[in-house]
């Protein structure tokens, strides 16, 4: 027999229970996991003491150009006259193309002169242009590595075989490699 | 102590090397000198984020009202085109409810994370939608749903028995992404996901002819992602069974005229099993009990095949995968290094900790795998009694987990062309 549409039937009472604790519970999960000071929030970061770069990066990324950009930490740099990182080896000291190292020319290179008139060099890096392929960070032995990425799982941390990729709280998003944290 | 030992040995080593880092030292270029700043991207407003979920609300709420309400399969299908524009071409399809699942399990799992509260209420809000109104994010707020909806132009019923057989992939993949992330070895559920390589227009080979495989499948058998494989699904399916309210195929009585019997391309329909009047044949007790009794050996041989699992499945945890990889190398049977074990080796790192560090990870991810073999074996058990008992039904019904409420089969019931007016009460004018 099909009961009349107004009544309840037991099935009806013990459905409504059951959807009722769900809500309950379901509620309470989402109150519980979004409490305060239940963790940082985070972001993802090369640690550049970790990278070796294996050039994933480049590749691996889910977006057509990959988040990941080599950053340059200054105040280790000792701007040299011939930059490992942005010539060939072997090369010559110019400007010319064909030594460059970096593939979509990211690397720029300014001359600045001391008190006393020697003539040094600073590097910076075009963002824009960066492809985060780590050739000029493999090549330097000098300089480190930074990024953002803000994702869910991040595809490269995935990838990276020395697993660098390392989740870092959100108020302190650089990893720089420089004199402060190596001693 | 001897934890301590190697601590300071590495420190040591660590210093070491960074001090043959500054090999030179940087020039005096004076007191006016600055150094260039480090530039630092900006990332995604956090307040789109919170736009993002407004616009998961409005669809849900759209959505239900469309399939309880409205009862129009062509205004449902406008929302099912503008959700997939926004959710899965705009956004590129994350943030969505089924990768949530993993952003949940891994904040239960591992308190350092850290998990959006966005993320949280992706997770949630379809969930408590379905516990009302059914399955409302399916029928068109998902855009993994849509893609597939919109290619279904030639649709095959299946039988009833291979539909009910097939369901079984989603339970398996649930159980295991949720193994897997607790295990901290990654969101399984986002890298193999089919379509997020199109809705990027980007992605790797092998994903982009899964995808295509999946799309040529849901040109004839109605989106087979979403009942076969989606792990959302699954919650949302048992969600869906506790509903206040459901979707029924007549807006008011069923005439069992058998027009709507085959217009469901997903199979949710269930025909009457009972006359009216007629009562219903209890089902065979002994069967019955056969069935209970199969019960405890289906969850007993879960659980062995889990645990069976677990170190296979283990491999997919990086530190895991090197371990065994080292263990190779070190035993001589395979030659050169891969980028991980050389990192590994330029690290200097001892391959004892690690396997100690790798066996630990062995051992959680059998545990997880045994309770998901456990679940597994109640999944199999309750779905063959299922299929044994059966409630009495008198009408043609939409089956309240499996219906994805995109509306296709009320126009063929005569019942709503007379609520819109098409026909009259006794017949075509």
Not at chain 1, 7 to 19: E, F, P, Q
Not at chain 1, 31 to 40: F, K, M, Q, T, V
Not at chain 1, 115 to 143: M, P, S
Not at chain 1, 164 to 172: C, T
């Amino acid at each position: 027999m099909t009961p009349p549409p107004d009544k309840l039937t037991r099935r009806d009472i013990l459905r409504r229970g059951l959807g009722g604790a769900c809500l309950l519970g379901l509620g309470g999960a989402a109150g519980w996991l979004a409490r305060p000071g239940g963790g940082e929030r985070t972001l993802w970061q090369i640690d550049p003491h970790k990278c070796i770069a294996c050039g994933n990066c480049a590749v691996k990324c889910v977006l057509p150009e990959s988040a990941v950009k080599c950053t340059h930490a200054f105040s280790m740099c000792g701007r040299c006259d011939f930059c490992f990182g942005y010539y060939r080896t072997p090369g010559k000291s110019d400007t010319g193309g064909e030594r460059q190292l970096c593939p979509t020319n990211a690397l720029i290179r300014h001359d600045k002169h001391t008190a006393r008139g020697d003539v040094f060099h600073e590097y910076t890096i075009d963002d824009a242009l960066c492809i985060g392929c780590g050739v000029c960070v493999k090549d330097c032995g000098l300089r480190g590595n930074g990024s953002r990425v803000n994702c869910n799982e991040c595809s490269i941390a995935a990838a990276c075989p020395s697993q660098a990729f390392v989740r870092v709280p959100a108020h302190r998003p650089y990893l720089p490699k420089d004199e402060d944290r190596t001693a | 102590m001897k934890r301590w030992t190697i601590a300071t040995i590495c420190l040591v080593l660590a210093a070491g090397a960074s001090w043959g880092t500054q090999r030179f030292r940087p020039p005096d270029l004076g007191e006016r000198y600055a150094p260039p700043s480090q530039p630092a991207p900006a990332a995604r407003s956090q307040a789109m984020e919170w736009v993002d979920l407004g616009v998961l609300a409005v669809a849900l709420a759209f959505s239900a009202h469309l399939a309880l309400r409205t009862r129009r399969r062509a205004w449902a299908f406008v929302l099912m085109l503008a959700a997939l524009a926004y959710f899965g071409f705009y956004r590129a399809g994350c943030i969505c409810p089924i990768g949530s699942i993993q952003n949940v399990a891994l904040a239960l799992s591992d308190p350092a994370y850290a998990v959006p509260l966005v993320a949280v209420l992706f997770f949630v809000l379809p969930l408590a939608t379905a516990l009302f109104f059914g399955r409302a994010f399916c029928a068109s707020v998902c855009p993994l749903g849509a893609i597939q909806d919109l290619l279904l132009l030639r649709p095959v019923l299946l039988p009833g028995w291979l539909e009910a057989a097939l369901r079984l992939p989603a339970h398996l993949y649930l159980a295991i992404a949720v193994v897997v992330v607790a295990n901290g070895a990654g969101f399984l559920i986002c890298r193999y996901d089919p379509f997020v390589a199109f809705f990027r227009f980007a992605g790797s080979l092998p994903m982009l002819i899964l995808g295509a495989c999946v799309l040529l499948v849901a040109v004839f058998v109605g989106r087979p992602y979403c009942r076969f494989f989606c792990p959302y699904g699954v919650l949302l399916g048992w969600a869906s069974r506790l509903s206040r309210r459901r979707v029924t195929i007549t807006p008011d009585e069923c005439i069992r005229c058998r027009l709507c019997e085959k217009s469901c391309p997903f199979g949710a329909i269930r025909e009457p099993n009972a006359e009216p009047g007629v009562p219903t044949a209890r089902p065979s007790r002994a069967r019955l009990a056969g069935l209970l009794a199969l019960a405890p050996v289906l969850v007993a041989l879960g659980a062995w095949g889990g645990w069976r699992l677990g170190a296979e499945l283990a491999g997919l945890h990086p530190q895991v995968a090197l371990d065994d990889r080292i263990a190779l190398e070190d035993a001589g049977a395979v030659t050169g290094l891969t980028d991980a074990s050389k990192a590994f080796r330029e690290a200097e790192r001892d391959s004892e900790s690690l396997h100690a560090e790798a066996a630990q990870i062995v051992h959680g991810f059998q545990s997880g795998t045994m309770g998901a073999g456990v679940y597994i074996g109640l999944v199999v058990a309750a779905g063959l009694l299922g299929q044994s008992v059966s409630r009495r039904r008198e009408d043609y019904e939409a089956d309240r987990a499996s219906c994805l409420a995109c509306g296709r089969c009320f126009a063929y019931c005569p019942r709503e062309q007379v609520r819109r007016g098409a026909i009259g009460a006794e017949g075509p004018p």
